[in-house]
């Protein structure tokens, strides 16, 4: 099976899925939202530019990338880690690349979004607090596992990654070095 693909190739395509998640990375950055009024008119041209450069199949490979690229954002959605604005984002974009750049780019986008969430956890951490949790949980640890762990509870609270900044960075590392995405690491 051929995974290869060339973004340059379809300079529309390439150049209404950045100015896409571009506009979304903005307002998911500012607001944490991501309005329809951004992903339906791009889901649509997407459709529009496959139909026009490539008939019924086009639409078919738009309509499998935005499958690829949508599926695992549907499940995180109901699952609650993700908003469905960053589900209609990623399927827009599968729409506008199409099968294997949509499977690219939405790897790509997952890592990006891991080690934006690194960063983001590490500058919340109260090193002084993970210090003294850290103790207290070694020296109840004798006590069993389960017993030490009980002690421990996390504190909840609500931090998400803001997604449509991920689709970006994940959308301009395809572009912009294509030889080191994660689906030319297994070709």
């Known amino acids: 099976m051929d995974t290869t693909y060339d973004l340059t190739l379809m300079p529309a395509a390439a150049a209404l899925a950045v ?3 571009m506009t979304a990375a903005v307002l998911d950055h500012r607001h944490g939202h991501i309005p329809n009024a951004v992903t339906y008119p791009c889901l649509l041209g997407g459709f529009m530019l496959a139909a026009i450069g490539g008939g019924l199949a ?3 490979l738009a309509f499998a990338g935005l499958l690829a ?3 695992i954002f549907i499940i995180a959605f109901a699952a609650g880690s993700c908003g ?3 589900v209609k984002l990623m399927a827009a974009l599968g729409a506008i690349l199409g099968l294997w750049p949509a499977i690219d780019v939405t790897l790509a986008s997952l890592m990006a979004g891991g080690v934006i969430a690194v960063f983001s956890m590490a500058r919340r951490v109260q090193w002084s ?3 003294r949790t850290v103790g207290l949980f070694a020296l109840l640890l004798p006590a069993g596992f389960r017993d030490a762990a009980s002690v421990l509870k996390p504190r909840e609270t609500q931090h998400t990654v803001r997604f449509g900044v991920a689709a970006a960075l994940g959308l301009l590392w395809c572009l912009f070095m294509p ?3 994660p689906l030319s690491l297994v070709r």
Do not use: R, S, Y
């Open 69 to 71: 690229a949508g599926l």
């Open 19 to 21: 100015a896409c998640t």
């Open 179 to 181: 030889d080191f995405t």
């Open 58 to 60: 086009g639409i078919g």
């Open 84 to 86: 469905g604005g960053d």
């Open 129 to 131: 607090v993970l210090a």
